[in-house]
Each structure stands twice: as structure tokens, then as C-alpha cells.
Nanobody, 123 residues
């Protein structure tokens, strides 16, 4: 199986920065894309940023110019550098990955999710 483990969340003041990391491990044959979503209290989960293994990235309008997503294919790890943080960025941030996993000679492609890491921005 495949596991995603996030780290780097925490409490930061308005205008501060945080860097989130998400490492994928397990029986991974290939990762095609990784990304970050977030869910604030009382709101639906929303896309923050995604990137392909080739480095093509996509961002939500609300974070463009402030957040940067990057991927280290050798480490199966995706990062989210978050600058100029605002209180509205407060949420649980979830990592996801489009993974082809191998098991007993068989390959299966599916989406995996991490447990989430809390980001809180105080004003």
C-alpha cells in the first residue's frame, strides 16, 4: 500500500511563511501528480495547488503569487511554500497523489490522501 505523510503545519502570524512537505512511501511504481487541498471549518475541501511529475503546476486564484508548489521525484515528495499568509488561509491542508502502485505483480492506479496538517494564521 501507499502512505502519504504531511509535515510543516503550525501557527503563524499574518504575513508569515510556512513550508509544507508530503512524502509518499510504499509500493510505488510511478507518481504522475501530487497536490495540496485545504478545508476550513464549515467549508468544502478546495484545491490549493497541483503539480505533475514533469513540473507542470496549477494554482487556485486565491494563492497565486503567494504559494509555490514543487516536487522532488527522487524522494516522492511534494512541497508547498506558503508566503504572505492571511487568516483566510487557515485550514487543514491535505496532500494527495496520483499513484500507480504495485502489488503481487499487479499494478493499480488511484488517488491517495494524507491525514492532513493544520495551518493557522493569526491576525
Amino acid at each position: 500500500q501507499v502512505q502519504l505523510v504531511e509535515s510543516g503545519g503550525g501557527l503563524v502570524q499574518l504575513g508569515g511563511s510556512l513550508r509544507l512537505s508530503c512524502a509518499a512511501s510504499g509500493s510505488i511504481a510511478r507518481i504522475d501528480a501530487m497536490g495540496w487541498h485545504r478545508q476550513a471549518p464549515g467549508k468544502q475541501r478546495e484545491l490549493v495547488a497541483t503539480t505533475t511529475s514533469g513540473g507542470y503546476s496549477n494554482y487556485a486564484d486565491s494563492v497565486k503569487g503567494r504559494f509555490t508548489i514543487s516536487i522532488n521525484n527522487a524522494k516522492n515528495t511534494v512541497y508547498l511554500q506558503m508566503n504572505s499568509l492571511k487568516p483566510e488561509d487557515t485550514a487543514v491542508y491535505y496532500c494527495n497523489a496520483d499513484v500507480t502502485a504495485s502489488s503481487a505483480g499487479l499494478y493499480q492506479r488511484r488517488d491517495y490522501w494524507g491525514q492532513g496538517t493544520q495551518v493557522t494564521v493569526s491576525s
